[in-house]
C-alpha cells in the first residue's frame, strides 16, 4: 500500500487516466486533421469544405451512406457552375453513375474533377473524390450528356458551285452544338451574299471553309480611282489587273496617268487608294 491507495483502487486510477489521455489524443489529433484540412480546402472550386457525419447519412453500422442521388446531386450542382450556356438552352442526361458508397463515420469532404481539357458538350466523363480526414481517399464515377441547343444556317435549297447565296436559299434551324463543327454559321447575315466554293444540298450546315465573298471586281473592270484627305479629293479612272473581293488591296492602272498602283476595293465601281 502507497500514498494511502490499494492496489484496485491504483489500477483504478491508472485506467481512468489512461482512458482520459487516450481520449485526449483522439480529440486534439481531429482537431489538428480538422485545421489543416481547413487550411487547404478552397484550393480548388471543385472541392466542397468539411462537412460532418449526420444522423440521415449514417447507415446502421455507423458508417456513412452516400447514394446514387446524393452523388447524381453533387455531379448536377457541379455543372451548373461551370456550364457557360444559358441555362434555357442547356439539357443535363445523366448517362451512367455508381450506385453509390459507403464512408467511415469521419467528417469529409468531395470534389468533382472533370477531364483534363472538355468543352462541356457532349458525352462529359466525371470524377467525385471523397476525402477522408485520416483515411485514404474513395472514388466514384459518373457520365453525362450536355446538349446545348443554338441556332444553324442550313441550306434550303441545293446550290452550286461559285453560286451567290440568295435569302431563300438557307434557313435557320436548332441544332446540337456537340453536334457542329467548330465554324459553323449562326448568324444568316453572315451567309447571304456570300458565295459557295463547292456543291452544297438541302440540310447541310454552313461553315466558314465553304463559303466566300463574292468577287467584287474583276481584271480588265472599270472603276472610278478615288483619293482623299480632310480638305482633298481625287478622282480618276482606273482599269483593274486583278480580280478582288471588297476590302482587298488590287492593282489598277490610272488611264490618265498609266500609272499601276495599288488601291482598296470599296464597291463594284470604286477602289480607293490610301494616303
Known sequence: MKNGLTNPQMSRTVG?????????RVVLLGALT?????ENIGQTAEQIPLIPPTTSDKADNGSIEITRKMIEDIVMDFLNDKIPWEKSRVKIKLVQASNGLVLPNRPYSYKVAPPGKTNYLG?????????????????VSAT?????????????KPLNRNQTIAKDDVTVVSMDMADLPSNYISNIEDVVGKRTLRAMNPKEVFRTDIIEQPLMVKRNDRVSIIAESETLRITAIGEVKES??????????????????FARVLDPKTVQVEF
Open 16 to 24: 481512468i487516466r489512461q482512458r482520459a489521455e487516450e481520449w485526449f
Open 34 to 38: 480538422m485545421l489543416f484540412s481547413f
Open 123 to 139: 458525352t462529359v466523363p466525371l470524377s467525385i473524390v471523397f476525402d477522408i480526414y485520416g483515411q485514404s481517399s474513395r472514388k
Open 144 to 156: 453525362v450528356k450536355i446538349e446545348v441547343e443554338t441556332p444553324v444556317i442550313v441550306v434550303q
Open 244 to 261: 478582288g473581293i471588297k476590302g482587298d488591296r488590287v492593282r489598277v492602272v490610272n488611264l490618265n496617268s498609266n500609272k499601276e498602283i
